[in-house]
């Protein structure tokens, strides 16, 4: 089919043809870069090195950074042909691209991110003001939440460029070819992390099904798509949304709907706390707006107690006494069998229930919001500015939580949609598709990068996730079993999950990548404080005090310090014997 670029679906295995061009661009610096470590290697025998990031909060975001800038340091970041991240790493990766000569300036960038980190410069009105506006948006999810609640606290910017834009800084050859990792999140739910085309992957130039060979230029990543072609563009997705679909999962399910809950309540109580003094005006929409918001907020909480398996009285004493207000009404009805019910019923029949409530709540407040009952003249014009801007709230508030009880993430138009020729067909059976964080799945974005096309020849995987340290490799080596891709075996080295060291090789024959493994808190660089670290940095964080940041930033960048003559040595083993695989 058309090239990418074109306004057309591209099928087929092979990468992009700005891949293409962008990472011959790289080799080029990577040639380089092996001659200044006194490496010798022919122009058509350059290893193609990747370095992985795992997903991880903030706490991989800065690990990232502190890997990077020791990467740099040991003048062997310029010998990586690619840059592959999950989650918290695609947060530094992010921010990174936006200079298209960061590789260069890494150190001064350094000092500059872990300062924006130190400083909050987040806003909740900023914040409340871009929600209000993608709320407009018939594809709103709770990505779009996660981008200006979550992301934008947590990185201290709201980047509002595209993914596309940041091409000039992939294609000169000057910094690492980047690619970013999702999933499929209904895939993922049908088939698990280890079917292959639950996989996602993003690049400045396509974005698509990695293991299906279906793609589409970035630049119309979530436009309408039909039997191949473009039909209608969509609403840009802006890095900071990027950001939100990336490193959508650092909690559990209850983490983030606290997180949600918290974050709702803030800003609507002050945005709406105003109306309580215009209820004493009497028409009736006011009232049913400050209901409205009320037990928006307490479905919620019983959402929370659906997962959390708290109790759920006090809050369905509330929520009935407020519904009460409307009459025997279908929401106060369906609350009450709810109230008498929930004993009986499972989590996920109470998790159902809290969304089919939501539904009825929307049905008896909806109409509220709107102009409708207010007799002119009554209020004043700032009132009525005031009111108005107060049923814009409750407008999103009930959008995200309706969100939030059906658990509605990456909510965007599948470019797949009725397009012929595609395998298997599924795929082109639905409008719309939802992608979320590949941490889901597996941490470390290991199925992308062994994409047979990209011909990797070494793996830097940088671990930053919490609890079981080889989880995200044991998860590889079991999804390449499953799927006949070729890796390196791992059974034969002692794993201490406990007590792990900082580098672990694990080398195949010559049809797989080797791959070095590194824990980021290990008993090297942490001695007999891996506990410790762990618990002082947890993935849940939307900020870390300063000198933590640099202790962290520290104990990342050891484990490459400790560690550079073993990668030289894998580098310098790759060289001689550089190969195309045998898939």
Not at 118 to 123: E, G, I, L, M, Q
Request: proline residues 4%.
């Amino acid at each position: 089919m058309a090239t990418e670029g074109d306004n057309k679906v591209r099928l087929s295995h092979d990468l992009s043809e700005g891949e293409k061009k962008a990472t011959q661009q790289r080799r080029e610096k990577v040639l380089s870069c092996l001659k200044t470590l006194q490496i010798p290697c022919d122009q058509n025998k350059v290893p193609n090195i990747v370095v992985l990031g795992s997903g991880g909060g903030l706490r991989a975001m800065i690990a990232m950074l502190g890997t990077l800038v020791e990467l740099k340091k040991q003048n062997l970041l310029d010998a990586v042909t690619y840059l592959c991240g999950v989650s918290g790493s695609t947060w530094c990766m992010s921010l990174l691209y936006g200079d298209e000569k960061w590789s260069e300036n890494l150190l001064s960038l350094k000092d500059k991110l872990c300062e924006q980190l130190s400083n909050s410069s987040w806003h909740i009105t900023k914040a409340g003001e871009s929600l209000q506006e993608s709320s407009k948006d018939e594809l709103y999810s709770l990505t779009d939440f996660w981008a200006s609640f979550l992301v934008y606290q947590i990185l201290q910017q709201f980047d509002e460029k595209e993914l596309a834009d940041h091409k000039e800084a992939s294609e000169t050859g000057i910094n690492p070819y980047p690619i970013y990792a999702a999933v499929d999140k209904d895939k993922l739910s049908e088939e698990g992390g280890l079917f292959p085309g639950t996989w996602f992957e993003f690049t400045p130039h396509e974005a698509g099904y990695t293991a299906l060979g279906a793609f589409v230029s970035t630049k119309h990543f979530g436009s309408e798509f039909e039997e191949g072609e473009l039909k209608k563009k969509g609403k840009k997705k802006s890095i900071c949304y990027m950001q939100g679909l990336w490193g959508s999962a650092i909690g559990s399910m209850e983490e983030n709907l606290k997180f949600i809950r918290e974050s709702l309540g803030l800003f609507s109580q002050g945005t709406l706390h105003p109306l309580k003094g215009l209820t004493s005006y009497g028409p009736e929409s006011i009232s049913d707006t400050f209901m409205a918001y009320q037990s928006t907020l307490l479905l919620l909480d019983l959402q929370l107690c659906a997962v959390s398996g708290s109790d759920p009285k006090e809050v369905f004493d509330k929520l009935l006494n407020i519904l009460s207000e409307k009459g025997k009404s279908a929401s106060y009805q369906l609350c009450l069998e709810m109230s008498n019910t929930w004993a009986t019923k499972t989590k996920e029949a109470r998790m159902k229930s809290c969304a089919e409530l939501g539904k009825e709540i929307e049905k008896a407040f909806g109409g509220c919001l709107g102009k409708e009952g207010i007799i002119e003249g009554v209020l004043s014009s700032s009132h009525e500015n005031l009111l108005g801007s107060v049923w814009n709230v409750t407008r999103m508030l009930l959008k995200t939580i309706q969100c939030a009880l059906t658990w509605q993430w990456g909510t965007t138009n599948n470019f797949l949609y009725s397009c012929p020729k595609v395998e298997p067909s599924y795929l082109v059976k639905t409008k719309l598709i939802s992608l979320t964080d590949a941490g889901l799945a597996i941490n470390s974005a290991y199925p992308l990068v062994l994409r047979a096309q990209r011909r990797i020849d070494l793996i830097i995987s940088f671990d930053f996730s919490s609890g079981d340290p080889f989880e995200t490799i044991k998860k590889t080596a079991t999804y390449c079993q499953k799927n006949h891709i070729p890796f390196p075996k791992i059974e034969d080295q002692e794993k201490n999950v406990d007590n792990p060291s900082d580098c672990y090789i694990f080398r195949g024959d010559e049809s797989c990548p080797t791959v070095m493994h590194f824990p980021l808190f290990n008993n090297v660089n942490c001695s007999d404080k891996i506990e410790e670290y762990r618990k002082r940095f947890p993935t849940f964080r939307v900020s870390f005090p300063r000198e933590d940041i640099k202790d962290l930033l520290q104990k990342a960048g050891l484990n490459v310090s400790n560690n550079s003559g073993k990668i030289l040595q894998e580098i310098k083993r790759l060289v001689p014997s550089s190969h195309a695989y045998k898939f």
